[in-house]
């Protein structure tokens, strides 16, 4: 009966309501709702994000995998505090919680701090999932809590010994520093954290800044002021005080396509048109990207994305 819906009609309902309850969460702080192309003359940045590539016009062209780079670019024209619902889409994604397409919020407030983005996270997401337990903990603390090592003082040959054991895996597993960090979160972190909980995570490693500012902490660690909440161990928001800096953020550009280059023996095209923006002058905010099939999920208590999708990847 693969022609039916995957999701009940209490799923489509309560998808509306999400839908209109972000609406409305946003309409009293003022916050504008923009559209912004779905199919884009560049791909992502980020090596390890599989975008679904398209030909349009006889030249290839990637569906995005997240509104980001244009939402920027409004943001340099003036747009202020802007938000997006969209459908986005990642390759080579699918499982329980992953489908090749699926449906995200972001969102930008000009001049927020990273904390107070957070505050603001915390406030969408837990009246709607009615939970106001909140944890907040940096990265160094969560992967102390949990995983027993510090991730910036660590000799790699330790962190591949730990993410070996949380696999089960044998010593002839290659992973680099931030692949054994991974590792460390998605096995042992994440399945630990308390239930019932919005749970924070912050002070990223630098290496794992992607777009996000960075900065020194206390302890002489180079820091990005980047975030993930999670609950239940699931994650639902990645967060970031934006880098502004066009030249930081070609270089960043560049020291992916490297990376690209070394996995799949090829680099996608840069947004040029995103880092003309930037050159432009992009005002100081933080945003955040929201999964909201997975919020959906624990609304509904599902194990299953295909329990909230009208149709599922295997029945589209």
């Not at 009609?9 to 779905?38: C, M, Q």
Request: hydrophobic letters at 40%; aromatic letters at 8%.
């Amino acid at each position: 009966m693969s022609w039916q819906p995957s999701a009940s009609l209490e799923s489509l309902k309560a998808r509306a309501e999400l839908n209109r309850y972000i609406r409305e969460f946003f309409a009293v702080r003022d916050v504008l709702e923009v559209e912004t192309p779905v199919l884009s003359q560049a791909g992502v940045s980020d090596p390890y994000l599989n975008p679904v590539v398209a030909t349009c016009m006889g030249k290839p062209a990637y569906l995005h995998t997240s509104p980001e780079y244009p939402m920027k670019r409004l943001l340099a024209a003036g747009s202020g505090d802007i938000y997006q619902i969209c459908k986005v889409f990642r390759d080579e994604e699918l499982g329980g919680r992953h489908n090749p397409e699926f449906s995200m919020l972001e969102y930008y407030r000009v001049g927020f701090s990273m904390m107070t983005l957070m505050d603001d996270v915390a406030q969408l997401v837990g009246d709607f999932l009615q939970i106001q337990q909140r944890l907040d903990l940096t990265y160094e603390q969560a992967m102390g809590r949990y995983v027993g090592l510090n991730p910036f003082t660590a000799e790699d040959a330790q962190l591949l010994v730990a993410a070996q054991n949380a696999m089960g895996s044998g010593p002839d597993m290659t992973l680099d520093r931030d692949g054994c960090l991974d590792i460390l979160m998605t096995h042992l972190v994440e399945p630990n954290l308390p239930r019932n909980t919005l749970v924070f995570i912050h002070a990223y490693p630098q290496s794992q800044a992607a777009l996000a500012r960075t900065y020194e902490d206390i302890n002489g660690h180079a820091v990005a002021k980047r975030f993930e909440l999670y609950v239940n161990g699931l994650e639902l928001a990645n967060g970031y005080d934006e880098l502004c800096d066009a030249k930081e953020q070609e270089q960043r550009f560049k020291r992916d396509q490297a990376q690209q280059r070394a996995l799949n023996n090829h680099a996608r095209p840069v947004d040029n048109h995103f880092l003309q923006a930037l050159g432009h002058g992009m005002p100081a905010c933080s945003g955040v990207a929201l999964g909201l099939d997975r919020i959906l999920m624990l609304k509904l208590g599902t194990g299953s994305i295909a329990d909230v999708l009208s149709f599922s990847y295997d029945r589209s």
